[in-house]
């Protein structure tokens, strides 16, 4: 049995929520991770700044009706792409959940909040076509590891805000808008999150990692958009539109984010009025989860369990 150090917890494991919209009753449970084969495809699902967006999905082949959970990837907000969390997305995937992981405009190209406007469209693609995917609609979720947690963070608490609209999603004969259409998402988990961009920036300046100062430059452009970037204050700001459940996970030996930050993010979340699971891993590092581990697998469990929990189904062990 997996087992791991004696961790600060400022809240416990999160408990199943009411919800205001009813997962379908005909949906199909969620398994043991690996219990379902799945069936990878590739595809463009919108189009922005003049240039296709693609994405991967993972989908159960047994068929049913799924939860579904877009993934958005990390890497400073100006690296990486679809497949950077192809490890979790697959085990997910085979756990009976369809994962849509996606690429987004990124910097140099793209400043804030064009990668937001691009997971706005996302979450409307997903459910302009639930009905031809087998997805639910009322059960779409947000996964996002580093500066992806950020941006699906931001996406979750104003889903539908005049910044996130304008990106248009593929209709399979061409390209529409569907700024109309719901964005909003039923949870987010945020792993390792850079949820301060502006306190991040300052930690870099302090540990001497300039990569990441140029990378926070590239996409924010100043320091004072950061500041307006960071979800603690959009919290205390009283800005946040909705405040869907929120699972936080933070490796212990993670040098690109400071544990206070994360702690901050935890306090501005349950001041604010919303609910929080957090999940400490003492001895993993940044990103530990795209890779196989003990401690990966005990994470993705994790992801499952707290879907679950969402959606107020049963897990199929």
């Known amino acids: 049995m997996f087992s791991y150090a004696r961790a600060v917890r400022l809240v416990t494991t999160l408990a199943a929520l009411s919800v205001t919209q009813a997962f379908a009753a005909n949906?199909?449970?969620?398994?043991?991770?690996?219990?379902?084969?799945?069936?990878?495809?590739?595809?463009?699902?919108?189009?922005?700044?003049?240039g296709e967006l693609r994405a991967h999905s993972y989908r159960p082949k047994t068929p049913g009706l799924r939860a579904a959970i877009i993934d958005v990837h990390g890497g400073a907000w100006s690296s990486g792409d679809r497949m950077q969390g192809a490890h979790y997305d697959r085990a997910l995937a085979s756990a009976g959940i369809y994962v849509l992981a996606i690429d987004f405009r990124q910097a140099p190209a793209a400043r804030h909040p064009a990668a937001n406007r691009d997971i706005a469209a996302a979450i409307r693609y997903l459910r302009a076509n639930?009905?031809?995917?087998?997805?639910?609609?009322?059960?779409?979720?947000?996964?996002?590891?580093?500066?992806?947690?950020?941006?699906?963070?931001?996406?979750?608490?104003?889903?539908?805000?005049?910044?996130?609209?304008?990106?248009?999603?593929?209709?399979?004969?061409?390209?529409?808008?569907?700024?109309?259409?719901d964005a909003s998402v039923r949870y987010v988990i945020a792993l390792w999150p850079?949820?301060?961009?502006?306190?991040?920036?300052?930690?870099?300046?302090?540990?001497?990692?300039?990569?990441?100062?140029?990378?926070?430059?590239?996409?924010?452009?100043?320091?004072?958009?950061?500041?307006?970037?960071?979800?603690?204050?959009?919290?205390?700001?009283?800005?946040?539109?909705?405040?869907?459940?929120?699972?936080?996970?933070?490796p212990g030996n993670d040098a690109n984010i400071p544990r206070e930050m994360t702690f901050d993010l935890i306090s501005a979340y349950q001041e604010a009025?919303?609910?929080?699971?957090?999940?400490?891993?003492?001895?993993?590092a940044h990103a530990f989860g795209h890779r196989a581990s003990?401690?990966?697998?005990?994470?993705?469990?994790?992801?499952?369990?707290?879907?679950?929990?969402?959606?107020?189904?049963?897990?199929?062990?």
């Open 130 to 181: 639930a009905t031809q995917l087998s997805i639910d609609p009322a059960s779409i979720g947000l996964v996002g590891s580093s500066s992806g947690g950020h941006l699906a963070m931001l996406a979750g608490l104003g889903p539908n805000s005049e910044p996130y609209r304008g990106t248009e999603i593929s209709s399979g004969s061409g390209f529409v808008l569907a700024n109309d259409a």
């Open 194 to 250: 850079v949820s301060d961009p502006a306190y991040r920036y300052e930690y870099a300046k302090r540990v001497g990692r300039g990569e990441l100062l140029k990378s926070h430059d590239a996409y924010f452009g100043s320091f004072e958009a950061m500041q307006r970037a960071s979800v603690p204050r959009l919290l205390r700001a009283k800005e946040a539109t909705q405040l869907p459940p929120l699972f936080v996970v933070q």
């Open 294 to 317: 003990a401690e990966t697998d005990h994470l993705v469990a994790a992801m499952r369990d707290f879907i679950a929990a969402q959606l107020a189904v049963p897990v199929d062990r």
């Open 273 to 284: 009025g919303g609910r929080v699971a957090y999940q400490f891993y003492p001895n993993r």
């Open 27 to 50: 949906h199909v449970p969620l398994t043991a991770i690996g219990a379902e084969p799945i069936v990878e495809d590739d595809f463009i699902y919108a189009r922005a700044g003049g």
